[in-house]
């Protein structure tokens, strides 16, 4: 085995791991490639890391995106696609939201500016009738010659 390997031998806690040894892992991480679960399994004998590993990465100041870590073109192929397909769904769907939010709006303005055509129409109407005076203009005709 390694020298640096060596230091980190026997299954322990998650927690028990000193600064430097999790430095270790977190590069043997980014080097080798196994998964983020082989590698905790290999130091601690749990199946599951629970996050563990990624926020060693962060509080150690380890980039911890994708393209910076260990990952191939044709392993990330696999994950890149997943996450286009779901960022475009959600883009997707919020636009989609936000059209039937505008076509709601549209159509309450719609229902405003007839409501407001009949009332007009009324208004006019009683009018003509109380004043028994023509206010609606009658189609086909000239405007006056001056």
């Known amino acids: 085995m390694e020298e640096t390997s060596k230091v980190i031998l026997g299954l ?20 080798s ?4 679960q082989q590698l905790w399994k290999k130091y601690t ?8 590993l990624l ?6 100041g380890y980039s911890t995106e994708l393209s910076a870590r260990r990952y191939t073109f044709g392993e990330n192929t696999r994950l890149m696609t997943k996450k286009k397909i779901t960022s475009t769904l959600a883009e997707e769907s919020f636009e989609i939201l936000q059209l039937k ?19 007009f129409s009324t208004m006019v109407d ?3 009738k109380e004043y028994k005076i023509p206010i609606r203009k009658k189609l086909n005709t000239k405007p006056l010659k001056k």
Do not use: C, P, V
């Open 101 to 119: 939010k505008r076509i709601y709006e549209l159509e309450n303005q719609l229902k405003d500016a007839e409501m407001k055509a009949i009332a």
């Open 126 to 128: 009683i009018a003509e």
């Open 12 to 31: 322990r806690n998650g927690s028990s791991f000193s600064i430097t040894e999790r430095h270790q892992i977190i590069k043997e991480l980014i080097t």
């Open 55 to 60: 926020k060693w990465m962060r509080q150690l």
């Open 45 to 52: 004998g749990e199946t599951r890391e629970h996050g563990k």
């Open 33 to 36: 490639q196994i998964s983020k």
